[in-house]
């Protein structure tokens, strides 16, 4: 596989649940970052990992919980999750953190809260 | 303040015609500017960069932009749309922040292209 990978495509979770989401990069980069996307908003960046350690954390609730557990992968585990963190959301992976500002981004996990 | 600013939230033109899709920066340097495109259910790509190279930057697709600093501006163009163009693009500005450079992302551009 090349490129960056995200599971699942789709999740449909209640407000109770947990559930985690993940990003896989084949690209032998070294800085990862998740992004939010909702409908007429810009995107807003959330996490940046940069050789597994975070490096920005952009006042995201502690509902989300990323893990970075070696470069190529990246989680982000969702708990008590409210109706407006319904989004899509992008996975990220450059060669150095911001690097020369290509990002290469994932297909996207688009979460539905209800 | 650094901040992108995408004029037009959704562009329609004709297949053959023209796009321009318009984009305004505003920046106490000279900054690093990027177009990005999502085509439906898909992530985004790189389009095309600009950093302080040449000021007209050709991307990938027949798409150019062209980095205009006393107008503040970074539009971009094709000469004729194709059906496939039909997508979202975003116009992005690397913003010093911290000490380190991060990008900012503009609300995007839906661009429709009508047979």
């Known amino acids: 596989e090349t490129g960056v990978t995200q599971t699942p495509r789709h999740l449909v979770m209640g407000m109770t649940n947990k559930k985690s989401l993940k990003c896989e990069q084949h690209?032998?980069?070294?800085?990862m970052y998740w992004y939010k996307q909702s409908a007429k908003k810009p995107l807003e960046l959330m996490f940046v990992?940069?050789?597994?350690?975070q490096t920005e954390n952009n006042s995201v609730p502690s509902r989300f919980s990323p893990e970075c557990p070696n470069s190529s992968h990246l989680f982000l585990h969702l708990h008590t999750l409210q109706p407006e963190d319904s989004a899509l959301y992008l996975c990220?992976?450059?060669?150095?953190?911001w690097g020369t500002g290509e990002l290469f981004f994932g297909e996207g996990s688009r979460l539905t809260v209800l | 303040a650094q901040s992108v600013t995408q004029l037009d939230s959704h562009v329609s033109v004709s297949e053959g015609t023209p796009v321009l899709l318009r984009c305004n920066y505003s920046?106490?340097?000279?900054?690093?500017l990027f177009w990005y495109v999502q085509h439906p259910n898909k992530g985004l790509q790189l389009l095309l960069k600009?950093?302080?190279?040449?000021?007209l930057v050709k991307g990938i697709n027949g798409f150019e932009a062209e980095f205009k600093k006393s107008e503040t501006s970074f539009h971009l163009t094709k000469p004729s749309a194709h059906m496939s163009d039909a997508a979202e693009y975003f116009c992005?500005?690397?913003?010093?922040?911290?000490?380190?450079?991060?990008?900012?992302f503009g609300k995007g551009t839906k661009l429709t292209v009508n047979p």
């Open positions: 600009y950093t302080s190279a040449a000021t």
């Open positions: 690209l032998g980069h070294n800085a």
């Open positions: 920046s106490s340097y000279s900054p690093s």
């Open positions: 990220a992976s450059s060669d150095q953190e």
């Open positions: 990992y940069n050789f597994k350690e």
């Open positions: 992005v500005v690397s913003l010093l922040q911290g000490g380190s450079e991060k990008l900012v």
